[in-house]
């Protein structure tokens, strides 16, 4: 089964910048979504909210929260996922998941993702 790793979380001002890479550790032929996922860890039972899907098709999908802040894309050869994260605020902080699914509809807003990183953390301050 495919792995997902994710990378570049860190400690950042408001208002600066960071780009979060995620790692698959095989090709992905075919369809394919992939996204990017965070959770508030200080918040018990706090939902993973999603922010930005890509699928093969290079179609993406942005939740309003970070739609013009933040950009999904991903290499030629499909095997990392990036997030860049530009003009980034307080309630940005969080631990950013990667996820993938091999349904291409799993990019509608709602629906589950198969597979997860581990995620990375990402703290924002003022």
């Known amino acids: 089964q495919m792995r997902l790793m994710e990378s570049g979380g860190g400690s950042v001002q408001a208002g600066g910048s960071l780009r979060l890479s995620c790692a698959a550790s095989e090709y992905t032929p075919g369809t394919y979504c992939m996204g990017w996922f965070r959770q508030i860890p200080e918040i018990p039972g706090d939902e993973r909210e999603r922010?930005?899907?890509?699928?093969?098709?290079?179609?993406?999908i942005y939740a309003d929260s970070v739609k013009g802040r933040f950009t999904i894309s991903q290499d030629g050869a499909k095997k990392i996922l990036y997030l860049q994260m530009t003009s980034l605020k307080l309630e940005d902080a969080a631990t950013y998941y990667c996820a993938a699914d091999l349904l291409i509809s799993r990019c509608i807003p709602g629906r589950p993702m198969d597979t997860w990183g581990k995620g990375t953390l990402v703290t924002i301050s003022s």
């Open positions: 922010i930005a899907n890509i699928d093969s098709d290079g179609k993406t």
